[in-house]
C-alpha cells in the first residue's frame, strides 16, 4: 500500500516538516500533527554548525540520532505508515533533549528551549487531537460489536459485499461457518476457480450486508430499491436472492453506535443491523466475460492502467458490476476507477470529495484521455491546500 509512501525525493527530505501539519494522510490516517522530528532536524543542524563548541557528551544523541536516520530508511522505502515506526516515534522526545544539551548555550536557555518544544507539541494536540479519532463506539462491555443474537446454524456459507472486513463480528458466528466476500473483484484464475467452487459447494450462501434504516421496511425487509441494488452487485457471479425469501435482520448495537454516533435507544437501534438474506447460485445467468460491452469496458480499465500503473496497477483487481456502471478498486493506491454505462470515465483518491473525470470511453480507447499523475493524491500543505 503506498498511502504513506513518498512520491519523490522531496517527499523523503520534507517528511520530518510534513508530519507537522494538522491534516490527515500525512504519516497515519488520522490528524496527528508531530513536532519532534522536525525540531530533531533543526536541532542536530544547529549541533553540527555548533560542533567544535559542544562540550556535553556527544555520543548518546549522535548513536541515538544514527539509530533513528537508519530506521527511517526502510521506513520510508518500504510504506511510510507511522504506525510501522511508533517505537522510533517514541525515541523522538529523548533524542530532542539530546539535542539540546549539545547546544552551546547556558543551561537556562536549554531548559527554555525543551519548555518550548513541550509546549508546541501540546498546542498541536489540542488543536487536533487524536484521542478517539479510531473509536465510532463506545467499548464499554464485551461483546465489542454487539450483535443481538448471531444464528448458530454452522452449514452455512456467508456471503459479504463490502469492502471492509467483517472480522468483528465473525467470531460471534460459528466457527464452523464459511465466508467469501464478493467486493475485492478476484482478478487472477485460481481465485475465480476458488470463487466458483464456493458459490457452487453444498452448502447454502446466505447474504449478509449492513442494513440501511431508511430503506428498511416496518416488517425489517429491504426496500425492493435495496434488492435491486443488492442484484446488480451480484450478477456477474451468478447469485441473486431467492425469489420471494424473506430476509432477517439481525440487530446490532456495535453498528448502531456506529451509525448514531451515540448511545442508541431502543427505538433507534431498532432497524440497524445486517441483514441476512438466502441466495439462489445460477452459474447460466453469468454473462460471459467475452460479451462485447464487457470486453470493451475492461478495455477502458486496462488503457487507464497504462497511463498511471502506480496508481491503477494492472492485475491487482478485477471488474464490479455497480448500479449504471463498472468500478475496479486499487486498494494498493487507495484509489477507485468508474466507467458508467453513459460513457462516462472516472478516477478517486480516497482523501478526494469527488472523483475526477477522465474522459469518455471513446477518448480513453482512442488514447486521447490524459491524467497528471502526480495530482491523483488529495493536496497537502505543500501543493496547495489542506
Known sequence: MIRFHPDDWVDVLMRPFDMVSPEGNMYVEIAA?????????????????????VRAPRGPALTLSALVIAAMVPWL??????????????LLGPLCIGLVRLLPVTGPFRLTLAGLLLAMQCFLLSQATPWNSWSFGPWREAPYFALQTPPQTTDVTYVTLSNISYSLIAPQFP?????????????????????RKVLAGPRPLVLLAPSIPSQTQA?????????EAFAGLMVDHGLSVAPNARCTLLRSAGLAAVTLRTDPTEAESALIGFWMCPLQHEPAAVKPRSAPQRLRVDAVFEAVERLCPRFFPAGETGTLRIAGGYLRQYGSSDTKLYVFDTGQVLYKFWRSINPEMIGTQDQVLAGQARIDCTRIRAPNWRKGGL
Open 33 to 53: 500533527p508531530d513536532i519532534r522530528m522536525a525540531a530533531a532536524v533543526v536541532l542536530g543542524l544547529l549541533a553540527l554548525a555548533a560542533w567544535r563548541h
Open 219 to 227: 416488517d425489517g425487509q429491504p426496500s425492493s430499491a435495496v434488492r
Open 77 to 90: 522505502s518500504t510504506t511510510g505508515n507511522g504506525r510501522y515506526f511508533l517505537p522510533f516515534l517514541v
Open 175 to 195: 466457527p464452523q461457518v464459511g465466508w467469501v466476500n464478493l467486493a475485492v473483484g478476484y482478478p487472477g484464475e485460481r481465485d475465480r476457480v476458488a470463487l
